[in-house]
Every structure is written in C-alpha cells, then in structure tokens.
C-alpha cells in the first residue's frame, strides 16, 4: 500500500483544518485518478479541461472540485466506464475503496460518473488538527463531453505525483475560451468562473476565438445564431453579464474554496470592480 507517499503529499499542504484537509486529499485523489488514467488509453481520445486542470497544471490558486475532459472529435458511443474500471484498481493500491457511480445517460453527449471513496482518510494521520472528527467521505464528479464545440487546441504536459505521467489537456487560450462561454451563458451565479476569469486576464491570456464562437453557437444564448466573435463582443458582452449579478452569491459560491488569507480580497468584488477588470484587459491586451 503507498498510504506513506499520500501522508507525506497531505502534510505538504500544511492544513490547520478539517475543510482544509478534504481539500486537500480531494485534490491528491484527483491527481491519482489523473495518473490512472493515463496509464490507459484515455488521453489518446481525450483532453482535460476545467479549473481542476487549471490549479494542478497551470497554477490556479484555488481548489476545485470535478475533473472535466473533452473528447478530440465528437465519439457517441464512448464508454466511459471502461477507463474507470482501471482507475478502481489503481487506487485500491493506495489505499482507497473506491464506488464508483455511472450517470451516463444514452442519449446525453456529457458522459458522468461519481468516484467516492470513505476510507483513506481514516487511515492517515490528522492527529495534529486536535479533533476526533473523521475525514468526510471524497466525492469527485468526473465529465466527458463526447460531442465538444470544435477549434480546441490541446498540448501535453507532465505530472511526478504519484508517479511521472503525461497526459492531454486545452491550451490556455482554448481553456480561457470555455471559461469565457461558461460566465456568458451559465443560467446561474458560480463565483468561481469569476475567479478564474479575473486570473486569465491577469495574466494578459490569449483568446480562442474560434472555440468561443463554436461554444456559443452549440449551447446557451447565442445557440445556432450567426454572430461574429472579437474582442470588442466580448468585452461588451462581458460587461453586460456582469451588471446583471448577484455578486454577494458569486463570493458565497467561491469563498470555501479558497485559502484562508485571500478571502478578504472578495471584499472588493462587485459591479465597479470587474468592469474595470475588464476595461483593464481591454486596453492592455485586447487593443495590441
């Protein structure tokens, strides 16, 4: 059993709580599940996405909950609990008991699955966090979707944890795209995709204007309409969305998966804030 090479990952963590701690180990069961993966066939077909690819491979500070891939070309017929069934036995060696739940539905091109798993935090060492409450049980969503908008980018980078992998994800560009799709047309308030939002401008990210367009045009409110995708719709489009929130339900939603001493900085969002986030961008990237 590798327990020893989980504890030594969790204690890298530092975790001075409970909630912190789940954090954590969801996040290293989700790197476990990643290198399982990869030791299959799977990213072959696939490309990982979404905020968890974000934090473990491009450094997003915050945590996230699912693990999102894309198929390369639309698949109807993907099975996605054939790669599953593998990921159950690599974790097994580390540990772990792991359910796993199919809700896949035939007709659906988003394939799901839950992985659940109460055991391995009952066997490593939180002693030190002065409490007798067990470890909750980890829940991890994971989603394909098998009919993606097309103009993806992908390239492939590396992992050493818990052991050295390789797998496939989106190019910043495609992933900034996606997150640009999902504020626009997300029919509810999830804070976290204005988090993220805020760390792709920061860091002057380029857009995939053709993966955004071919989003918008397969789902949400621009669904089979003919529009023209550039910087100066988005930006207008942005600031649209962004007079029309809830802002006090966006940082309610992203607060418990930050770190402690940045939750103050959501003090400052609201209205005012990101459109000048945005004007910011504009200027500074948008208009080179």
């Not at 009952?122 to 470890?135: S, V």
């Amino acid at each position: 059993m590798n327990k020893d090479l989980i504890q030594q990952r969790l204690d890298t963590y530092k975790c001075q709580t409970i909630l912190e701690t789940e954090d954590a180990l969801r996040e290293i069961t989700q790197e476990i599940i990643l290198a399982g993966l990869s030791r299959t066939n799977f990213f072959k077909h696939t490309a990982f996405q979404g905020g968890t690819c974000l934090r473990i491979f491009y450094g997003l500070n915050r945590f996230s909950e699912d693990l999102d891939f894309i198929t390369k070309k639309p698949w109807s017929d993907f099975n996605l609990m054939s790669f599953l069934n593998t990921v159950q036995d690599e974790l097994k060696a580390f540990g772990y008991n792991l359910e796993i739940v199919d809700r896949s539905k035939t007709n659906n091109a988003v394939k799901k699955a839950f992985l659940k798993d109460d055991s391995i935090g009952k066997i490593l060492n939180i002693h030190h966090l002065n409490t007798n409450r067990f470890i909750k049980k980890i829940k991890i969503k994971l989603e394909v979707d098998t009919n993606p908008p097309k103009g993806s980018h992908v390239e492939n980078k590396f992992n050493d944890f818990p052991f050295a992998y390789s797998i496939t994800l989106q190019d910043l560009p495609s992933l900034f795209a996606g997150k640009l799709h999902a504020v626009l047309c997300r029919e509810y308030v999830k804070g976290r995709d204005w988090y993220d939002l805020i760390w792709y401008m920061s860091r002057k990210t380029l857009i995939n204007y053709d993966f955004l367009t071919s989003a918008l045009i397969q789902q949400g409110s621009w669904k089979n309409s003919k529009i023209e995708i550039n910087a100066a719709w988005c930006i207008k489009e942005l600031k649209n969305k962004i007079k029309s929130l809830d802002w006090n339900a966006a940082k309610n939603d992203v607060k418990r998966f930050l770190n402690p001493n940045e939750v103050a900085s959501l003090e400052i969002w609201g209205k005012d804030f990101f459109i000048d986030r945005v004007d910011n961008f504009n200027n500074t990237c948008l208009k080179k």
